[in-house]
Nanobody, 130 residues
Framework: QVQLAESGGGLVQAGGSLRPSCEVSGRTFSVYPMGWFRQAPGKEREFVAVISGSGGLAYYADSVKGRFTISRNNAKNTVYLQMNSMRPEDTAVYYC???????????????????????WGQGTQVTVSS
């Protein structure tokens, strides 16, 4: 049984930083890309970032590029999202997601396609105060 356990959300002031993490169990972690999505109240869940199985390739939404960094530690079966220079509009529930198939270009040229992800975490609340 594949499980994704998120942690590291919280409340931060604008300009601050947070680093949520997501630990995966029940599958060979390093084979599959991992993604982060977020969902603000009243809005659809949107893509934030994706990283390849090896960690050598990453892709970001324009809204977070240059401020957020996705990384992974395959020895610990964990993916991270370093969030810097945070803004009130970053407030959302953040979800990690595990890719359905091994590395494929579609994760990067069709990043919003949530069907590419087979497993989802429970979500962690991130709130940025102004």
């Amino acid at each position: 049984q594949v499980q994704l356990a998120e942690s590291g959300g919280g409340l931060v002031q604008a300009g601050g930083s947070l680093r949520p993490s997501c630990e995966v169990s029940g599958r060979t972690f390093s084979v599959y890309p991992m993604g982060w999505f977020r969902q603000a109240p009243g809005k659809e869940r949107e893509f934030v970032a994706v990283i390849s199985g090896s960690g050598g390739l990453a892709y970001y939404a324009d809204s977070v590029k240059g401020r957020f960094t996705i990384s992974r530690n395959n020895a610990k079966n964990t993916v991270y999202l370093q969030m810097n220079s945070m803004r009130p509009e970053d407030t959302a529930v953040y979800y990690c997601a595990a890719g359905r198939a091994p590395n494929s270009g579609s994760y990067y040229y069709r990043p919003q396609d949530k069907d590419q992800y087979a497993y989802w975490g429970q979500g962690t609340q991130v709130t940025v105060s102004s």
